[in-house]
């Protein structure tokens, strides 16, 4: 049973960045991709990165394209999101999860992190 931890939230003002982990326990082979998705109140979690691992194929929101990098670390079992040039709207819950690729993006997700705030002013 895939488990996702997630780390590297916290505060940081208009412009700062964040690096985002998202630890992977009891790794499965089968999975075929990670992503990241933000959540606020009231919404619905919204897509932000996917990488397919076998590869390293990456897609992006539209919202953080140019700003944000999904990475891996396969001897690390980690995944990473890099976040730059952070706004008041990237404010979220962050989670990670597996899934796998399909057209081209990270679907069909079957395990998820539990999270971590991030907050931007």
């Known amino acids: 049973h895939v488990q996702l931890v997630e780390s590297g939230g916290g505060s940081v003002q208009a412009g700062g960045s964040l690096r985002l982990s998202c630890e992977v326990a009891?790794?499965?082979?089968?999975?075929?991709?990670m992503a990241w998705f933000r959540q606020t109140p009231g919404n619905e979690r919204e897509g932000v990165a996917g990488?397919?691992?076998?590869?390293?194929?990456?897609d992006y929101a539209d919202s953080v394209k140019g700003r944000f990098t999904t990475s891996k670390d396969n001897a690390k079992n980690t995944l990473y999101l890099q976040m730059n040039s952070l706004k008041p709207e990237d404010t979220a819950m962050y989670y990670c999860?597996?899934?796998?690729?399909?057209?081209?993006?990270?679907?069909?997700?079957?395990?998820w992190g539990q999270g971590t705030q991030v907050t931007v002013s």
């Open positions: 999860a597996t899934g796998s690729w399909r057209s081209g993006v990270c679907a069909e997700y079957t395990a």
């Open positions: 009891r790794y499965s082979e089968a999975t075929d991709c």
């Open positions: 990488i397919r691992i076998r590869d390293g194929s990456t």
